[in-house]
Structures are given as structure tokens and as C-alpha cells.
């Protein structure tokens, strides 16, 4: 008798889905007055759920339940036939997306709203990390997870007579965003929209639209907008704020939606633009070298005659070959950094530079780097602002025969040189090569006794 009486409400409430969503276009009324039920289950975790998941989209058969707590709303439209739930109010450990036919369900199920989910029959799938449930769509003998028609929503899923107190949002940071946060609310804080969106609509009319949000670090998420949400066509604050929404997936990249417009909360100052790229006339070439009898031992070194560590972010050396314009090859070098009154060695070759010297180089890099010159190219440390900090040779002349061939030799900085110099000066070097021009010295350099990498 009570079975039969829950399925005749459940009836009656999906025909007064079809009534509403065939009769009424604006989002913005109240929510109508439903069943509730509070009948007591064995229910199973969300995270339990998960674990069932084999790796292939499949039809739930046992007899079990979930409860959770809505999380997502499309009364602006931002979502659609989608319902995302997590396991608690707050602090929640799992979240998960429930696929169904059903326009305007924040109706029926609003945020906060505890409810509860029957698992058999439903179909259980994963896409980027993203765990979902519903019915199910097949595609080339595919099978995936696709809406749960909404004659049969009210079958699986139903609300509990709890008050509603809503949900309170995890406050995150753009970097210790994880998977077990899909379909989760989360807040973020102190962000922004990068600069060049200010003024921007939130999406393209009509498209689903990604806008990028970033912290003080310059660390970055992206915005999931719909083209038909409510607010899409509001423009884009310039100011900075808290961001409030669902996180979801798109191959490997995390990905918020928000609610409504409410959840953008920007009223801060922007950003203050984050330092961390420095130049320095302190840092430049020191030795370079080309042994006339083991090309593997070449090698290049930088000195810092500072008496701070400067990071070499956004820094690189660079090769010009022979009498190219251009650079033909170049050593990023933003992954180090450069003691005080210290030198970094660069080889081409690490494991015949340690054979032949006796220690690992603090950078590998590969051949035809700039670091495995064979004496006739001109090699210049670039800032992270793309100016020349020092300069070896002259750019555009091949250095055979020149003041600055160093083949079969070496070119090492004068110790008393301790400023790098944008133009090449053959006063600060002394170079040796086998047949230089004037002013270097005609004595081809035998590895290793000949070199001095690491000493200045």
C-alpha cells in the first residue's frame, strides 16, 4: 500500500515537471513545495561508490543508496540536466555528478538539500576523473553515462524532510585543488581575472565559454561559463575577490563553475604584479672551452660576482653559429639559481665531463647546445627581458682566424673582469686556440690539465 502510494506521488510530481518546464520560461520563481521522504536505508558512501567503478561504464544492480548534499543549481543556467552532490555539508571527502532530464531542478532539488540517490538500475562511469551516474548513452557500441530520463527521476532520486541549512564551501588554494574535490563547492580567495578578460562578457553568447582566474602567484583556473547562463552577457570585473563553485574537469585541467553571478565576489584591489625576474650585470661567461683532444669535455661557465644568490629565472645562453643573425640554439637556464660569488659549469656531455674532471657539471644540457661549441661561434647570457647581459665573439662573423676563436682551446675571463659586458671586449679574455688572430695565443688546450672549470 505505502509503495503504491509513493509511486503515484512520484507520478504526479513528474508531471508537474513536464507541466512547469513546458509552460514556463523565467527561472526566477519560488521553489515548489515537494514530497519529502524520511524512511530509514542501509546506505553505502560515495566514496564506496566510487570504489565499485572497474574501469568501464556498467548498470549498477544491487539494491543499495547514497545520500548527499546538492552542491550545483541551474536557476541562472549555468547548468544543465546536471545535478553535483558531496558526501557532507561540509569538509566533504567526495563529490559526484548525476546526469538527468530535468529542466529547472533546482525546483525540486536546491542547494543544501539533503538527498538520497537508489542505485540499481542507474549506470556508473568515469570521465576525467570526474565520477558520474545516471542512465545511460551509447555511441559506437560505447557505452556511457547520459541523462536519466525524467519520468524515472523521481524513481531513484528523492529529497530527505531534513531543514535545509545549505552546504559550506571548502576555501582552496589554486594549488591543493585535487580530484576528490570534483563536484565539491569550493571557495577560492584572493583571485582574479587575468588582466586582458577585464571588460569581457563572461561567455559568448550561445557557447560554453572558459575565462581564466588567477591568484596573487599568477597561478591559473579556468572559468566555466555558459553562453546561456542569466549573466553572460555582465562583464568582467577588474577587481579582485573570492570565487565560490563547483570544481570539475576537462582532460587533465581542473575547471569552477559557478551557481550565479552572486558567487563572484570581486570588490578588492587588484593583485600587486608579482616580482620574481631580475637582471643583473653581475652574472656573465667565464670560461669556455673546446679541448683539441676530446670534444666530449667541452663545457661552459658562468660566475656571479655578487655577494647575493640571484635566481636565474627567465635567463638563458644562447649560440649564434659560425656567422648566423640568429640564434641557432639556447639553454633555458629558469630552473637555477646562482650563489653569491659563485659559478654554475654547463656540459654537453656529463658523463665524460666527470671521467675527464672528476665531478658531475651543475647543468646537463645536450650537443649542439650552446655549451658544445667547437670554438668559432659567438655565445651570449640573455636576461629575462630578452636583453644581452654578456657577450662573447661578434655576432654575424664567423670566429675562425678572428680575436675570438677559441677552437681547440679556451677563452677564460680575466680575474680581475667581475661586470659582464654586452659588447665583446678582447681585452677581458685571455684566448687560446690553434689558429686564432691577433692577440690570442696559438697553443691548442689538452684536457684536463689545461682547464680549470669550477675555479675561478
Not at 515548489?32 to 564506496?48: A, K, M, P, S, V
Not at 572497474?54 to 547514497?66: H, K, P, Y
Not at 578578460?197 to 583556473?221: Q, Y
Request: glycine share 8%.
Amino acid at each position: 500500500m505505502c509503495a503504491t502510494k509513493n509511486k503515484i506521488l512520484n507520478l504526479l510530481m513528474a508531471s508537474l515537471v513536464l507541466l512547469i518546464t513546458g509552460c514556463v520560461d523565467d527561472r526566477d520563481f519560488d521553489k515548489l513545495e515537494t514530497f519529502c521522504n524520511d524512511e530509514q536505508y542501509d546506505t553505502i558512501t560515495i566514496g564506496e561508490l566510487k570504489a565499485m567503478f572497474t574501469g568501464d561504464t556498467a548498470q549498477i544492480q544491487e539494491d543499495l543508496i547514497i545520500e548527499g548534499y546538492v552542491t550545483s543549481s541551474d536557476q541562472s543556467g549555468n547548468f544543465y540536466n546536471v545535478l553535483h552532490i558531496q558526501d557532507s555539508r561540509s569538509n566533504p571527502t567526495h563529490g559526484l555528478q548525476i546526469e538527468l532530464e530535468l529542466r529547472d531542478s533546482h525546483l525540486f532539488f536546491n542547494v543544501g538539500q539533503h538527498i538520497k540517490v537508489k542505485l540499481k538500475g542507474l549506470y556508473l562511469g568515469e570521465s576525467n576523473d570526474l565520477f558520474k551516474i545516471g542512465g545511460v548513452f551509447t555511441s559506437f557500441g560505447n557505452r556511457s553515462v547520459g541523462r536519466l530520463p525524467k519520468t524515472v527521476v523521481f524513481d531513484h532520486i528523492f529529497t530527505s524532510c531534513k531543514d535545509n541549512v545549505g552546504v559550506e564551501p571548502t576555501l582552496v588554494s589554486l594549488t591543493n585543488l585535487s580530484d576528490n574535490m570534483l563536484s565539491t563547492l569550493v571557495k577560492l580567495e584572493n583571485v582574479e581575472f587575468a588582466e586582458n578578460l577585464i571588460g569581457e562578457p563572461f561567455a559568448i553568447s550561445n557557447e560554453e565559454t572558459i575565462r581564466t582566474v588567477m591568484d596573487c602567484e599568477d597561478n591559473e583556473l579556468g572559468l566555466l561559463n555558459s553562453g546561456y547562463s542569466t549573466f553572460h552577457e555582465q562583464l568582467i570585473p577588474a577587481q579582485s575577490g573570492t570565487i565560490t563553485g563547483i570544481l570539475t574537469k576537462k582532460g587533465n585541467s581542473f575547471l569552477l563553475t559557478v551557481r550565479n553571478v552572486e558567487d563572484i565576489n570581486l570588490m578588492n584591489d587588484r593583485c600587486k604584479d608579482v616580482i620574481d625576474e631580475y637582471s643583473s650585470n653581475n652574472v656573465f661567461i667565464s670560461e669556455l672551452a673546446d679541448p683539441n683532444n676530446n670534444a666530449g669535455a667541452r663545457f661552459v661557465e658562468l660566475y656571479h660576482s655578487s655577494d647575493s644568490i640571484l635566481s636565474l629565472k627567465g635567463w638563458s645562453l644562447v649560440r649564434y653559429t659560425n656567422a648566423n643573425l640568429t640564434v641557432s640554439s639556447s639553454i633555458d637556464l629558469s630552473n637555477y639559481t646562482i650563489g653569491a660569488k659563485s659559478l654554475l659549469v654547463i656540459s654537453p656531455n656529463a658523463g665524460e665531463f666527470e671521467r675527464v674532471y672528476g665531478f658531475t657539471p651543475d647543468i646537463i644540457v645536450g650537443t649542439n647546445s650552446p655549451a658544445d661549441s667547437n670554438g668559432d661561434d659567438n655565445i651570449a647570457l640573455v636576461d629575462p627581458f630578452g636583453t644581452i647581459i654578456d657577450l662573447y665573439g661578434v655576432i654575424g662573423e664567423d670566429g675562425s682566424g678572428t680575436d675570438h676563436e677559441f677552437e681547440d682551446g679556451r677563452a677564460l675571463r680575466k680575474p680581475e673582469i667581475n661586470i659582464a659586458n654586452a659588447e665583446f671586449n678582447p681585452q677581458e679574455w685571455i684566448i687560446i686556440n690553434d689558429s686564432g688572430g691577433s692577440g690570442t695565443l696559438n697553443d691548442p688546450q689538452i684536457a684536463p690539465e689545461d682547464f680549470t672549470p669550477g675555479v675561478r
